[in-house]
């Protein structure tokens, strides 16, 4: 049996070297932890503020209402988790066991896989799980005595349920960070609104750079004629003012999340593209790039196996910051009523409630879901520019 | 490489220096401009209204019997309009209410009006007016010394050339000119004195004909109606007040008419602007920017129990005769859903009306109405009253009518429709998403689905018109007496608005009768019994009725609520507390 | 620059149009007075009117052919030529933005020269981590807390809303301008600190990456004083950063921002802008992405040739 402790000395790869410049700085970690902990509130919310109880005694019989009543998306958003986390063991793996030369591949192997796994998982989710309506208020049967045993979530309040008699109130007891204009608990609102900005964040960033990375490739490697009218075109989307392009388009589709992400990702690809461009520009004169192109490897090889991966280092910092400004818009869209909607929660919304139109000052519903907006994005941004100076060549230290 | 960057950096500063000087200097030339277009157009003005004939001032008030103002001269009223109006000729606006309020009344009068007090009208323009027993003369004739702002006398042809205006298909009036198309013809007796024939007997055409602005003929006449369709500013009337000057975007500046053939107004001036944003418009307020505001329900309510805005601040609160509407939730008859009025009747006893005026409105004077009609009219049944907050009784109703949860899965269904609507609103709306909300937990506790589709204001429009919604809530404004022909006989369905779909033909044929009685006292009694089917029916849920709501300086004073409104014109400013010269 | 102007004006023309809802709706409004066939036939009436019952593309046409004339036509809405619109919402547009602009430059150079100079590392790295705070404030929390707090009693330090008080025409020239600036302090504070940070870090940025690449070094070697270093060679080069920044300001800036417009009740392109998009005011939109997009193009177009003057790596022949 190969003892496999002996140390394969394969070196470090580009990977791991990022990653120690990036750990030397601790304060960066733990904006990055921040930014993990946001994830735990996403995928936990409907166990973290639910005005169902886990489990409650009625009549002598247990009921699971919170399991109950999660719905498609909730399933959804779990696999994602558990699928990210298992790629994330994987990588942690390849590290250890995989050579590097055939690295690379494996690791698209394996993404490939997990994305298809997460997407016809949802899609069978979506399908096979029935909407359900539960709106039995599980805490007067236990205050009349009906129910016993019942163990509720942390906030035990619903981000859609109403109550005008304690409207607008500040923080107390049995809210602790107030109320909003209808009566619903603002904690709660702020845990479930994490799930609308971290998603929008990624899926429009992730269709911002898919557009970016092949309009950038495609144009950055041709040059001449193709570059020149692809550049036009570039120009065009770059002139045209995004924000009313946004909210035209979101006044003719139904308001839903996915349509307000696919819309941001389809107005801020022209950045990723730029920097693509540019670092295509530069790479097509090297050697390695003649010798696939003389070999007559297809195009498609050419640009994503050997060039991307070394222009790829920009589109990984735009991206993070990229993933801020999505929660910007968001937020801008929310606050200017043209977001999702209600009473889905967003902190852009909650925000946009901050100064009552008496210009009485509801600083609980401003100052939270601002500081949230304010955080996510501080992290965001902290990451992405410490990863921009980790990737950074002249910045590291001898190794 | 060096010397260029260099030289290309310093012009690149120049250049940026030199765009900054030149935009300093449009600002000031534009500024310049405007002020200097504003002092042509006044000198202009000021020579158009140099009276043609001698103003006989002390006959006046006799002549027409109007009693003087008390109060100092002096000082002017800073009014805040929601929105900047896009035209100051009140009939080729639609629905831009503010622009009424600018002209009709301050620069524009009409030939009759309602009285202050009682539910009747009095001449304003108008000596004499009458209505034959038939219904199908009616008769005005004009008092004899009234004259418009330029000294020119008020006669019928002004009033022919008005009607006329409105009636040309080229003019961008069609909505207005719809009121008179029950016109046959009208005839000029002489100078002072018309009658106008109509085609049928229609118990609201006397307000009509007698609400038409008159415009002076001599000013506004046109060879081509672009000429009037383009002119929106500069208007010239009779009123007690004259144009002055419209910053665009600023504001729009009105002067005492000192030629006017009434009782002239104390305040001088009327200034309006329009700062949308209602933060701002209350921060305005407080710092003396602006005297007078509509503030929002929420606003009313905090400060309506402040007593050190009260020390500066009147919170005046009235019941308006020309703004009398009423807040609603109309569910689709067309669709499955909302067809079985057990389900309409249901649906309302889920919308707890009165915490939405006790915590949302917070205005213990808002009503909770139980029909179309002006809740301290005639036309409006005063012993119907409103259906409770009653949730067990919705779902008994429910179950009645067939919806039943069948599968276990928490919604009502029926046939294998799960008990699933699409609630359209506009958006930006705050009261309006905020009872969708409320709405939306009451039914999800009786077990229906609601879902929220906010729209912007243009497409939410489109989608009503088209119809395509399954229950949408909007806002009607009402008149103390009207006719409920447009929103519920069943002949508008389909293109007018008939928005629900609501077909009874009982109701039909009341209101059709009604529009032909004369006698207030019949027509009132066919109401009612119109009024009890809407109870009944419920296409709507009828959600609140509140009165005008306004802010104003406590410099102003004799500010009297009458019983149908306001008016701004009996005001006064002591002299010793004016602040504008 | 043509046939990139046409395809803006292509894809806003295309679009506005696309979105349900059309302005002589909107005008009429779901008014309960006129019955089904009058409002049916003033509804026709008034899209005749404006030219709006043809087919899309030959709108198209007709509107290109004004604008070549540079006849942008009337706004639906306001009755008004969409010139005499732009020419009033422009110049309040303009001053706000040139001057936060004017205030970005002024004070983001000095300091990130002086920021990448310093050679402290923790008030390097504290500098850093506070101006990416300042760029992580969103506009509407910052400005929404300013009027709130600054605007009414008790402070009442600065106006809630407009640009002049109501009697300023009133006054002589020098307290006009005062009672302007007063009233520009808070907006132009909610443009500019965003702004600010960002260009702060990108000079900063770029000059950290000048100050130690070897021909700096070089430089400090040949006995040149620090000022010349600075100046001379690592400013001049971290240039490119600057003038691409100013391509993309260009945009933000005619576009306007709306948050702040809306929440200072400054009317300026923003909001012109924004509400002909909801009222579906064709000709506006028109106008505006127009001449927004032929700045915008203006902008860039500077910026490319700045950007290929001053670095020679950039070629744009084609492959190989």
């Given at each position: 049996m190969v003892d496999n402790k002996q140390q394969k000395d394969w070196g470090t790869s580009y990977g791991e070297m990022v990653w120690k410049e990036f750990a030397k700085s601790k304060f960066t970690l733990c904006w990055l932890g921040f930014i993990i902990l946001l994830f735990l509130l996403a995928i936990f919310a409907p166990f973290l503020a639910?005005?169902?109880?886990?489990v409650i005694r009625i009549d002598g019989q247990l009921h699971w209402p919170i399991f109950k009543a999660l719905t498609a998306s909730d399933y959804s958003i779990l696999l994602a988790a558990i699928v990210a986390l298992t790629q994330f063991v994987l990588v942690l793996h390849n590290r250890k066991s995989v050579d590097p030369s055939i690295r690379a591949g494996v690791l698209w192997r394996q993404i490939t896989i997990s994305v298809f796994i997460v997407l016809v998982g949802i899609i069978l989710l979506f399908v096979f799980i029935p909407r359900r309506l539960d709106a039995t208020d599980y805490k007067s049967m236990v205050a009349s005595g009906k129910a016993t045993g019942a163990v509720f979530a942390p906030?035990?309040?619903?981000?859609g349920r109403t109550d005008?008699?304690?409207?607008?109130?500040?923080?107390?007891?049995?809210?602790w960070l107030g109320t909003d204009d209808v009566g619903s608990d603002v904690l709660c609102r702020l845990i479930h609104g994490s799930r609308i900005s971290l998603s929008v964040g990624f899926v429009a960033v992730g269709i911002s750079s898919i557009i970016g990375i092949i309009i950038g490739a495609i144009l950055g490697y041709s040059g001449g004629k193709t570059d020149f009218i692809g550049m036009r075109f570039v120009e065009i989307m770059m002139a045209v003012p995004v924000f009313f392009l946004i909210i035209t388009i979101v006044a003719f589709f139904p308001r839903s999340l996915f349509n307000i992400m696919l819309i941001i990702g389809l107005t801020t690809w022209t950045d990723d593209a730029r920097f693509v461009r540019a670092e295509f520009f530069k790479l097509r004169r090297q050697d390695f790039v003649q010798a696939a192109v003389s070999l007559g490897l297809p195009l498609r090889s050419i640009l994503f196996r050997h060039m991307l991966p070394n222009a790829i280092a920009p589109v990984l910092v735009n991206a993070s910051f990229g993933i801020a400004g999505a929660i910007f818009i968001e937020a801008a869209l929310s606050f200017l009523g043209?977001?999702?909607?209600?009473?889905?929660?967003?902190w852009g919304q909650v925000l946009s409630l901050g100064v009552s139109t008496t210009g009485r000052f509801l600083w609980w519903l401003t100052l939270f879901p601002g500081l949230a907006i304010f955080f996510t994005v501080l992290a965001y941004n902290l990451v992405g520019e410490t990863l921009r100076d980790a990737i950074d060549p002249r910045l590291r230290e001898s190794v | 490489m060096n010397g260029r960057s260099g030289i290309f950096k310093f012009f690149l500063f120049l250049f940026l220096v030199v765009i900054i000087f030149l935009q300093f200097l449009s600002m000031v030339q534009a500024d310049r401009l405007y002020d200097r277009l504003n002092t042509l157009i006044g000198r202009l003005e000021s020579r158009a209204s140099a009276p043609t004939r001698t103003v006989e001032k002390a006959a006046a008030p006799a002549a027409s019997g109007l009693k003087d103002y008390p109060g100092d001269d002096g000082d002017w009223l800073v009014r805040n309009l929601e929105g900047e109006p896009l035209t100051l000729c009140d009939f080729l606006a639609t629905s831009e209410w503010s622009s009424r309020w600018i002209v009709?009344?301050?620069i524009f009068e009409s030939m009759i009006e309602y009285e202050p007090d009682e539910f009747k009208y009095r001449g304003r323009l108008a000596e004499k007016f009458s209505i034959s027993d038939d219904g199908l003369i009616i008769y005005f004739k004009l008092r004899d010394n009234i004259w418009f702002s330029d000294g020119h006398p008020v006669t019928t042809d002004d009033v022919i050339f008005t009607f006329n205006t409105i009636m040309d298909?080229?003019?961008?009036a069609a909505p207005y000119a719809n009121y008179f198309r029950d016109v046959d013809h009208y005839e000029k007796i002489n100078d002072k004195e018309i009658k106008f024939h109509m085609k049928k007997v229609y118990f609201l055409s006397l307000g009509y004909l007698g609400g038409m602005t008159i415009y002076p003929e001599h000013i506004y006449?046109?060879?081509?109606a672009r000429e009037f369709n383009e002119r929106r500013s500069n208007p010239v009337g009779t009123g007690p007040y004259v144009f002055e000057k419209w910053d665009v975007g600023r504001q729009i500046v009105l002067r005492r008419?000192?030629?006017?053939?009434?009782p002239k107004p104390k305040v001088k001036r009327i200034v309006l602007t329009f700062i949308t944003n209602t933060t701002a418009e209350l921060q305005a307020l407080l710092s003396g920017q602006v005297d007078y505001i509509r503030p929002v329900p929420d606003q009313y309510a905090e400060k309506h129990n402040d007593e050190n805005f009260k020390k500066d601040f009147y919170c005046l609160s009235y019941w308006d005769a020309s703004n009398t509407g009423y807040f609603w939730i109309g569910w689709n008859?067309?669709?499955?859903?909302?067809?079985?009025k057990k389900v309409r009747l249901a649906m309302t006893h889920l919308v707890d009306r009165q915490a939405i005026r006790d915590?949302?409105?917070?205005?213990?004077?808002a009503q909770i109405p139980t029909?179309?009609?002006?809740?301290?009219?005639?036309?409006?049944?005063?012993n119907i009253k409103p259906w409770p907050y009653d949730t067990e009784k919705a779902k008994k109703l429910l179950d009645e009518a067939?919806?039943?949860?069948?599968?276990?899965?928490?919604i009502r269904d029926k046939n294998g429709v799960p008990f699933r609507f699409k609630y359209m609103i506009a958006a930006d709306l705050a009261l309006h998403e905020q009872i969708a909300k409320l709405v939306k937990d009451a039914a999800a506790s009786a077990g229906i689905e609601v879902i929220l589709d906010p729209y912007e204001w243009s497409v939410f429009s489109q989608k009503v018109k088209d119809r395509e919604f399954d229950a949408v809530s909007m806002a009607w404004g009402g008149n103390v007496e009207e006719d409920p022909y447009q929103i519920?006989?069943?002949?508008?369905r389909g293109k007018g608005s008939n928005y629900v779909n609501f077909n009874n033909p009982q109701a039909d044929a009341l209101i059709e009768q009604a529009r032909q009685t004369l006698d207030p006292d019949k027509r009132n009694e066919l109401y009612h019994q119109f009024h009890r089917i809407l109870h009944e029916e419920q296409?709507?849920?009828?959600i609140y009725t509140r009165p005008e709501q306004r802010f104003l300086s406590?410099?102003?004073?004799?500010?009297i609520i009458h019983k149908l409104g306001i008016n701004e014109l009996e005001w006064y400013v002591p002299a010793q507390s004016q602040k504008y010269k | 620059m043509i046939p990139t102007l046409l395809g803006i004006t292509i894809v806003v023309f295309a679009i506005s149009r696309m979105a349900p809802g059309d302005p002589v709706s909107l005008a009429m409004?779901?008014?309960?007075?006129?019955d089904a066939q009058r409002a049916a036939d003033v509804r026709a009436a008034r899209m005749k009117l404006y030219g709006l019952d043809k087919p899309v593309y030959v709108q198209y046409a007709i509107w290109l052919g004004r604008v070549v004339r540079l006849d942008f036509a009337?706004?639906?809405?306001?009755?008004?030529p969409v010139i005499d619109l732009i020419k009033e919402r422009l110049p309040v547009t303009l001053t706000l933005n040139l001057i936060s602009f004017v205030i970005i430059y002024a004070v983001s150079i000095p300091m990130g020269i002086l920021s990448a100079v310093g050679r402290k590392k923790f008030l390097d790295r504290a500098g850093s981590v506070a101006l990416l705070m300042l760029w992580s404030l969103p506009s509407m929390w910052v400005g929404q807390m300013l009027i709130g707090y600054l605007?009414?009693?008790?402070?009442?330090?600065?106006?809630?809303?407009?640009?002049?008080?109501?009697?300023?025409?009133?006054?002589?020239f020098f307290q006009w301008l005062a009672d302007r600036l007063w009233h520009l302090v808070l907006p132009v504070f909610c443009l500019t600190y965003a702004g600010l940070a960002y260009l702060t870090k990108q000079v900063r940025a770029g000059m950290l990456d000048n100050l130690r690449a070897d021909y700096v070094r070089t430089a400090r070697a040949k006995g040149l004083s620090n000022w010349a270093v600075i100046f001379h060679h690592a400013f001049r080069n971290s240039v490119i950063p600057i003038i691409t920044i100013l391509a993309t300001l260009l945009p933000a800036m005619f576009g306007g921002s709306v948050i702040i417009e809306r929440i200072f009740s400054v009317s300026g392109m923003g909001l012109l802008a924004f509400e002909a998009v909801t009222t579906r005011d064709y000709n506006v939109v028109m106008g505006v992405a127009t001449i927004a997009g032929v700045l915008n193009l203006f902008g860039l177009l500077m910026a490319d040739i700045a950007y290929a003057m001053v670095d020679p790596r950039i070629s744009f022949e084609s492959a190989a």
């Open positions: 639910n005005d169902k109880p886990f906030v035990p309040y619903g981000f005008l008699k304690v409207r607008e109130q500040p923080p107390n007891r049995q809210h043209f977001g999702v909607a209600p009473p889905t929660p967003s | 009709s009344g301050n298909p080229n003019i961008d006449k046109y060879k081509d008419n000192e030629n006017y053939w009434g008859e067309a669709r499955p859903f909302f067809a079985d915590h949302i409105l917070r205005n213990p004077e029909g179309n009609f002006y809740i301290y009219g005639k036309q409006t049944d005063p067939g919806w039943i949860d069948h599968d276990g899965d928490g519920w006989h069943s002949s508008q296409p709507y849920t009828f406590k410099r102003f004073q004799n500010v | 409004g779901p008014v309960g007075m006129m009337d706004s639906i809405k306001h009755h008004r605007c009414g009693p008790p402070l009442n330090w600065f106006s809630p809303a407009g640009l002049s008080s109501n009697d300023a025409d009133q006054l002589p």
